[in-house]
């Protein structure tokens, strides 16, 4: 653990006291002005620090400020979000992650951006990342299962925001398989997972996860206002991303243990908890043709069922589905 993490940890288990500079500099067995010098840099990262040359230091104010610190601070992983990369602005996080993993980044490794210029979706499609106002996120992974799993890391992670909005945020989305979030029928959030692979073994999965968080409806661009939704819209509230982002972190590293451990068995009953529209007619597009169907539910290995109309059933590992006619 870093100083600088121990220290905010100290502050915070005494947020009503002051900390003499002395007692500081012992705990962390680190010079006197070494203190006075991490202060000032918690205080650009947004905390509020009151010093008294006399009485010493005290936290008046936590950052909601995104930084390597915030995202770090009372995370309570043990391997995932433990090597954390925040950056301002970038293209795409899935690029960064990308370049980290191709240098090695670890198993867990997370990059968060405040702000991506070229945000991607699947199929070259554009992800709308607009500054500070949602969680645009990549985790490098580096699981040991054969490549032809890695699409059921998709739905393992839209099982956690599901379940991470429906407890901490109190809205409970719709999955759309395999990778969108839905309230309302509404856009709340994509997933974008990405493999790099050999035949029979994976290098890493990078793991794209956008959230629509403090947007109102005008922030959206207009192609995508009337699809997409964000937490605020849902629920009235502002929410802070760093804390937003351990709470995605802390039952995403309990949710892929699980995961190795028992089989997709464990989130296949979770999504479809939450699977969209299971029972009913929707469009479906494979191959740029698209028929009517009946969504089954999904099979052992994450796959989609449905049946068509004329009462085949069909196994799909990828396609579109619409939830209005007329949609791209
Ligand atoms: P997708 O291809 O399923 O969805 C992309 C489509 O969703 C777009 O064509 C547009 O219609 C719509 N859309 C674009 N931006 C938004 C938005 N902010 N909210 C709602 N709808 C939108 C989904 O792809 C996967 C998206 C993953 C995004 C993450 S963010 C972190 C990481 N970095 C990166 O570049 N991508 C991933």
């Known amino acids: 653990e870093s100083t600088r993490g121990k220290l905010i940890e100290i502050l915070s288990n005494h947020p009503e006291e002051y900390l003499s500079g002395q007692k500081l500099s012992q705990q962390l067995n680190i010079s006197r002005p070494a203190v006075w010098k991490h202060m000032k840099e918690l205080e650009k990262d947004g905390y509020g620090i009151e010093a008294s ?57 997370v990059i968060v951006a405040d702000e991506q210029t070229k945000g991607r979706g699947r199929l070259n499609r554009s992800w709308h990342s ?28 839209a099982t956690v925001l599901a379940e991470v909005f429906k407890k901490y945020c109190g809205i409970s989305p719709q999955i759309k398989w395999p990778n969108d979030l839905l309230t309302n029928g509404k856009k709340l959030s994509g ?22 968080v403090n947007h109102s409806v005008e922030q959206f661009p207009e192609e995508i206002m009337n699809q997409a939704t964000s937490l605020k819209i849902e629920t009235g509230e502002n929410w802070e991303i760093h804390t937003l982002i351990q709470q995605i972190l802390n039952t995403f590293e309990k949710r892929y243990q699980e995961f190795i451990e028992e089989g997709f068995r464990s989130v296949k009953l979770r999504w479809e908890a939450f699977g969209y529209r299971i029972g009913e007619h929707v469009a479906i597009t494979t191959h740029q043709q698209e028929w009517n169907a009946l969504i089954m539910g999904i099979e052992h290995d994450g ?11 069909h196994v799909l590992y990828s396609a579109e589905i619409k939830w209005r006619r007329g949609e791209e």
Do not use: C
């Open 303 to 313: 796959a989609l069922k449905v049946r068509d109309e004329e009462g085949k059933e």
């Open 130 to 157: 607009h500054k500070g106002d949602g969680v645009w996120m990549s985790i490098i992974l580096r699981p040991k299962f054969e490549p032809h799993k890695s699409p059921q890391i998709t739905l393992l992670a």
């Open 191 to 212: 997933i974008l997972t990405e493999l790099q692979a050999e035949q029979d073994q994976i290098n890493y999965i990078v793991l794209g996860m956008g959230i629509n």
């Open 53 to 109: 040359p006399r009485k010493g230091y005290k936290i008046i104010t936590f950052p909601d400020k995104v930084s390597t610190n915030t995202l770090s601070w009372g995370l309570k992983t043990k391997w995932l979000g433990q090597d954390m990369i925040h950056k301002p602005s970038v293209t795409s996080t899935q690029v960064i992650a990308h370049q980290e993993a191709q240098d090695g980044a670890a198993h867990g490794t």
